[in-house]
C-alpha cells in the first residue's frame, strides 16, 4: 500500500539558520523526502540563509554531506538528489543588521507562497520578524516558521507573542510542536473520532487514569547550556506532554480545521488543576558505570535542573473529574518510548467469582513500533474451569499497513508541507502556547521559591524511586518501560 501523495503549490522556502543543526538534520532531510515523494513541484525553491560566507555551489555541497548521513541508502537516488540540490540557493545574511536582505528580497519571486523558518537561537525570533516586516517581506503571501522554545515562560511567550502580531496575522504564523507531525500522534484524533468504539468510554465513569510516557536513554550531552537553562518541565512538558494530554483529553471537534481542533485544545488547557508539590516528581540523573551524569554534562556543578519529571494532574470538566493522568518523561532512562495508556476501569461485577478483576487498557505507542494495543480479558484454554487471563490485542503499523506502515514520515515531513498549504491545524495558536506556560510557570516558581532539588535517579532504570510512589499511593502503577 503506498502512501497517497497530494502535491503542494510552488513556493519559495527561506529557512534562516540555514547551516545550524536543525536545519542540516532535520529540515533539508524531511524536504529532500517530500520531493523524492513527488510532492515538490519541481520549480520550488529553497533559499538557506546564515552569516556564514557561503555561495550557493557551496551550500549545496554542505547539504549534499548532510543528507548523506541522513536518508537512507535506499531513499539515496543521485539523479533525484541532483534536482533536489538544483533547488537549492544561499544567501549570507545578518539576522539583526542590513547586510543580504537586499539579496533576499531578490532572490524571492512573486505570486507564490513565502515561508520564513526561524531555524535560529530563540533571541532571534522577534528581530527576525520586525526585519522582514521592515524589508516588505510580511505580506500575505508571507508565513513564520517558529521553532520551540517558545518562550521561557508566560512573560516572555506574551512579549513574543506581542511582537510577532505587530507585523504578522495569527494566520500566517506556525508555532512547531514537532509531536505533532508524528504519524501516530494525529492518530490519535483518528481513532478517537473516526471509530464508534472507543468514544462513548472516554471518560471518567470508564475511564480509570491516563498514563502518558515519553522516556528517552540519550541525556543532554551536548545541549548543556541550552538544557540547564530549561529542564525538563519546560522542554518537554509545557509542549510535547501537553499536546499529547490535549488530544487525548479533548472534546470532539465538529470539523478537523484549525480553530476548531484548537479551540478545543485551549479549553483542555485551561481546565488543568494547579500542581500540588505533592504530585510532582523531579529528578536529575547520576553518573553511573562509566557514564556522565547530568552535573557532567553542565557547567554548574550545583544545577538544580531537573532531566526527569513525573507528575499527577486533573482535568477538571464533566468529562474528567475524578480520573488522574499521570505524565512522566526522562532522559537517559531504561528505553526510548513514548505511549499513552488508557486504563478503564474494572467491569462493575464479575460473574466467575474470581475476584481477578482487571480493566481494559488501550496503548498507543507513538514512537518506535508504532501502533496500537489493547489488553482484553479471554479464557485460558483449556478445561478444568474458567480461569481467565490477558491477552494483547495487538496491532503495529509496519505490519497491518506494510510499506506505507514500515514507512513512516518524519514529523518534520507533514509540518512542511502544512506550511505551504496554509494549514495550521497541527500547529499551536498564540493563546494555547500562552495557557500551557500560565500552567506551568507555578510549577517552577514554586520549586525556586523553595529551593527545591531534584532526586537523583540511576541512568538506564525506570527512573526515580519517588515517580513509581506517585502511583502506588493511589494503588496504579506505571506500565513497564520497555522499548
Ligand atoms: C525536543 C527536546 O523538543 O524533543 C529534546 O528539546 C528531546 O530534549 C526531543 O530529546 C525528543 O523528540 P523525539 O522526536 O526524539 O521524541
Known sequence: MAARTIPVDAFDLVIFGATGDLALRKILPALYRRFLAGQMP??????????????????????REALGDRVAGDKRDPAILDAFLDLLFYVRIDATGEAGWDALCDRLRPGRVHAFYFSVA?????????????????????????????????ASARALNATLAQHFDEGQVYRIDHYLGKETVQNLMAIRFANMLFEPLWNAHYVDHVQITVAETVGVDGRGPYYDGSGAMRDMVQNHLMQLLCLIAMEPPARFEPDAVRDEKVKVIRALDPIAPADIVRG????????PGYLDAVEDPGSRTESFVALKVHVSNWRWAGTPFYLRTGKRLRARVSEIAVIFKDPPHSIFGDGARRGNELVIRVQPDEGITMRVTIKEPGPGGMRLIEVPL?????????????????????????????NQTLFMRGDEVEAAWAWTDPVIAGWDARGDRPVAYESGGAGPEEALALMHRDGRRWRAMEG
Open 394 to 422: 495487538d496491532m503495529s503499523f509496519a505490519e497491518a499497513l506494510g510499506d506505507a506502515g514500515a514507512d513512516i514520515p518524519d514529523a518534520y515531513e507533514r509540518l512542511l508541507m502544512d506550511v505551504i498549504r496554509g
Open 42 to 63: 519541481a520549480d520550488a525553491q529553497i533559499v538557506g540563509a546564515a552569516r556564514s560566507a557561503l555561495d550557493d555551489a557551496a551550500y549545496r555541497a554542505r547539504a
Open 122 to 154: 530563540p533571541g532571534l525570533f522577534a528581530p527576525l520578524a520586525e526585519r522582514l516586516h521592515a524589508h516588505g517581506l510580511a505580506g500575505p503571501e508571507a508565513r513564520i516558521v517558529i521553532e520551540k522554545p517558545f518562550g521561557h515562560d508566560l
Open 284 to 291: 536529575q540523573y547520576a553518573a553511573a558505570g562509566g557514564r
